[in-house]
Nanobody
Framework: QAQLVESGGGLVQAGGSLRLSCAAS????????MAWFCQAPGKEREFVAA????????YYADSAKGRFTISRDNAKNTVYLQMNSLKPEDTAVYYC?????????????????WGQGTQVTVSS
């Protein structure tokens, strides 16, 4: 089983940047597809980005394209989400998710493991 711990959230002004990290336990991190989701108050959880175990061809939600970058360091069992040009509407709890398979999935129910979340607040 994978255990995921997010960090890096915080308060930032609009236009600023944050880098989220998700550290995974276990020795099989390299076989997991990793993803980021977010959930704003009163809204459903939304897909943000995903990256295959190989790190090739990340996939982004339209809202994240051009502003966010997902990456992973398999040697450190860590996946990152670099968020630039942040907007107030990006305010949400951001969750890291993992699925032990190779591919890209955009629905939360398709992921087996979740972190506890980290709060991102963007002020206007």
């Amino acid at each position: 089983q994978a255990q995921l711990v997010e960090s890096g959230g915080g308060l930032v002004q609009a236009g600023g940047s944050l880098r989220l990290s998700c550290a995974a336990s276990g020795r099989t991190f390299t076989v997991y597809t990793m993803a980021w989701f977010c959930q704003a108050p009163g809204k459903e959880r939304e897909f943000v980005a995903a990256i295959r175990s190989s790190g090739s061809t990340p996939y982004y939600a339209d809202s994240a394209k051009g502003r966010f970058t997902i990456s992973r360091d398999n040697a450190k069992n860590t996946v990152y989400l670099q968020m630039n040009s942040l907007k107030p509407e990006d305010t949400a709890v951001y969750y890291c998710a993992a699925r032990r398979a190779y591919g890209i999935w955009v629905n939360g129910y398709e992921y087996n493991y979740w972190g506890q979340g980290t709060q991102v607040t963007v002020s206007s």
